[in-house]
């Protein structure tokens, strides 16, 4: 979806002027005896505003090569932790305003959105343990072509033993494109304490259990439930809300962008990049959110992507690597010659690396996302207390 489908509705925010804070400004200044409450809360909300931005350029700054990469999404789930710790900081220290209405609505909304960012995380989880499986077979393939420990030429028995694993790879990242894929849909893993009931199947071993995830959940279907009813606040609730109606968009946006592109870059459970964006310009960060949107999106319009299974790059590595593998393994003719057993030699540096990546990559990012799954249980239970809600802890 371009750019041009994200200019938002209609919204008195095209009034504002240079700050979308200054009718806040206005309300307190014209209010005696409120003037430093005001100002620190402006102070505040400024602030958090401004890290948002910063977060989000930084993001947008990555080039063609890092965007989508494992590195990059790390980056992105430090944006979202660091926003998320701002966004509490405000609310824990205006809890007074936040107990009145319509903000109190407002932030209820977003607690109930991040509850359905959980779901998300867990089937991410599934989606880096995946990888990991890919790994493993991409090592018995570095394995079998590796020669260089030893000065003998490449036989057909250890091609045999490359060829076969390659197999298992492609039937593997074929089953992720099945959105019904059983391997994914019935696994039962959580965030929590070792329950003692792990699956040591085909799979491999797992380290932590989670909920069950229907054959009938969809990544798309969830993303579009966070996405529900969220509009920029208006003028006046701008106003009514002292300002707070601002960051509890904009944190419902984060969560929006940050889920949408974890379900775009991993493999998931029906996937689906069609999400409505109402996001206005007027916001400082709209700019490199939009940003990253269209290029993200351009990335899965590119004709070799349109059906992988995920748009990290890693993947599309994984993919090309195994392609170009499976032509030289049914190609080759033994004895090989000097320049094909050169080429094997590359491809298997190529393969070096990228194993490299995944094994230095994938376990902080799972713990990434651990602890992003804690952070949004932790901030919903203190959010509750904030509106007066402490009994209806989960």
């Known amino acids: 979806m371009p750019a041009t489908d994200f200019q938002g509705s209609s919204s008195p925010l095209t009034n504002i002027g240079r700050s979308i804070f200054s009718l806040r400004r206005d309300q307190v200044h014209s209010m005696e005896g409120s003037s430093h409450d005001g100002i620190v809360l402006d102070s505040d909300l400024d602030s958090f505003q401004k890290q948002v931005t910063q977060r989000f350029q930084d993001l947008s700054s990555a080039s063609s090569d890092d965007i989508l990469s494992l590195s990059w999404i790390r ?6 932790i660091c926003c998320q710790e701002e966004f509490k900081i405000i609310l824990n220290g205006h809890k007074a305003e936040i107990c009145r209405p319509p903000i109190d609505r407002m932030v209820s909304d977003y607690l109930e959105r991040s509850v ?8 991410i989880r599934d989606g880096i343990e995946q990888l990991r499986q890919w790994q493993k077979l991409l090592e018995i393939v570095l394995s079998a072509l590796d020669n260089s420990s030893y000065k003998k030429t490449l036989g057909e028995g250890q091609f045999r033993r490359a060829k076969k694993a390659l197999i298992d ?12 894929s059983p391997a994914i849909a019935q696994r039962n893993r959580s965030f929590g304490r070792n329950n003692g009931t792990r699956d040591r199947r085909s799979l491999g071993h797992f380290r932590s259990l989670s909920w069950s995830v229907s054959r009938s959940w969809s990544a798309a279907r969830q993303l579009q439930a966070i996405g529900s009813n969220l509009a920029a606040p208006r003028a006046n609730e701008i106003v009514l809300t002292n300002g707070l109606a601002v ?24 996937r689906g990049l069609h999400v409505h ?6 916001f400082s960060w709209a700019a490199p959110m939009l940003s990253l949107h269209d290029r993200i999106l351009e990335e899965s319009r590119r004709r070799e992507r349109r059906n992988a299974c995920g748009l990290l790059k890693e993947i599309h590595q994984i993919d090309k690597f195994a392609h170009i593998m499976n032509e030289l393994t049914d190609t080759a003719q033994f004895p090989l010659t000097n320049e094909r057993e050169e080429e094997v030699r590359q491809r298997v540096q190529e393969l070096s690396q990228i194993c490299e990546t995944l094994k230095i990559g994938l376990d902080p990012l799972e713990r990434q996302i651990r602890e992003v799954f804690h952070r ?10 904030c509106l007066g809600g402490g009994n209806t802890h989960e």
Do not use: H, Y
């Open 116 to 123: 359905k960012a959980l779901d998300v995380c867990n089937v």
């Open 247 to 270: 960051p509890v968009f904009t944190m419902n946006m984060v969560l929006l962008f940050v889920t949408w592109a974890l379900i775009a870059a991993i493999p998931c459970q029906d």
């Open 277 to 282: 964006f109402s996001l206005p310009r007027q």
């Open 75 to 80: 980056k992105l789930l430090d944006a979202f």
């Open 376 to 385: 949004i249980v932790r901030s919903r239970t203190e959010g509750l207390d």
């Open 169 to 180: 790879l492609a039937i593997a990242m074929l089953d992720e494109n099945d959105a019904n």
